[in-house]
T-cell receptor, first 116, second 113 residues
C-alpha cells in the first residue's frame, strides 16, 4: 500500500543554517504531497503542498519539489529561525481521496530544534 | 481557517478505565471526521473515519468495540478508549476538512498507567 518515509530526527540546527528534511513515498499513480507542521501545543497546519510532478510548493521560506523520478518531496529552507522549531510531517493523499477530506498517509514526523 | 478544538490535550488514566476524547469544529459543519493515532517514532496512522449520523468505518486491525466513535452532530465527534491498557498509550488526533483544506485538532496525549 501507499506509504511515506521521513528522515529520523531530531534535527538540531543553529539559527540561519540550511535545512533539509528528506521525505520519500510509495504510491500508485500520482498522489498529492503535503508538508504539515505542528508547533508545540497546537494542531497540525498545512505548510505547503504539490499536486503533480515537478510542482514546487512554497510557504514561509520553505520549499519542496515533487520529484516523480525519485519519489521524493524533500523539505528545504535556506535559513532557519528559532521560531521554526516544530515537528514536520510529510504526507500523501492517494487518488481515492476527494478534495481535502480524503485519507492522508503520514510519515513519522521529524522534530526540528533551532538554537539561537 | 476553521478551528478544531480537541480535548483533553493530555490525560493519564488507570488501566481498565475509559477515556473520552472530544473534537469540536467551531465554525463549520464537519461532515466527516478522521481519527489518527501516533505511537512514538512512528507515523500518524488512520484509525477510523466517521460520518455524521452514521457508524464509523474502522481501519484493519483497529478494534471497533475498544475505540468507540460517536459523530452525532456536525460539530462534535468523540473517541472513547474503553478499558484502556498501557499499550493504548499514544497520541490521538482528529482531522476534518473542507474541499480545499484539512483541519486538525491539537491532539491528545494518552498515558495509561
Amino acid at each position: 500500500g501507499d506509504s511515506v518515509t521521513q528522515m529520523e530526527g531530531p534535527v538540531t540546527l543553529s539559527e540561519e543554517a540550511f535545512l533539509t528534511i528528506n521525505c520519500t513515498y510509495t504510491a500508485t499513480g500520482y498522489p498529492s504531497l503535503f508538508w504539515y507542521v505542528q508547533y508545540p501545543g497546537e494542531g497540525l497546519q498545512l505548510l505547503l503542498k504539490a499536486t503533480k510532478a515537478d510542482d514546487k510548493g512554497s510557504n514561509k521560506g520553505f520549499e519542496a519539489t515533487y520529484r516523480k523520478e525519485t519519489t521524493s518531496f524533500h523539505l528545504e529552507k535556506g535559513s532557519v529561525q528559532v521560531s521554526d522549531s516544530a515537528v514536520y510531517f510529510c504526507a500523501l493523499r492517494g487518488l481515492g481521496g476527494s478534495g481535502n477530506t480524503g485519507k492522508l498517509i503520514f510519515g513519522q514526523g521529524t522534530t526540528l530544534q533551532v538554537k539561537p | 481557517g476553521a478551528v478544531v478544538s480537541q480535548h483533553p490535550s493530555r490525560v493519564i488514566c488507570k488501566s481498565g478505565t475509559s477515556v473520552k476524547i472530544e473534537c469540536r469544529s467551531l465554525d463549520f459543519q464537519a461532515t466527516t471526521m478522521f481519527w489518527y493515532r501516533q505511537f512514538p517514532k512512528q507515523s500518524l496512522m488512520l484509525m477510523a473515519t466517521s460520518n455524521e449520523g452514521s457508524k464509523a468505518t474502522y481501519e484493519q486491525g483497529v478494534e471497533k468495540d475498544k475505540f468507540l466513535i460517536n459523530h452525532a452532530s456536525l460539530t462534535l465527534s468523540t473517541l472513547t478508549v474503553t478499558s484502556a491498557h498501557p499499550e493504548d498509550s499514544s497520541f490521538y488526533i482528529c482531522k476534518t476538512g473542507t474541499s480545499t483544506e484539512a483541519f486538525f485538532g491539537q491532539g491528545t496525549r494518552l498515558t495509561v498507567v
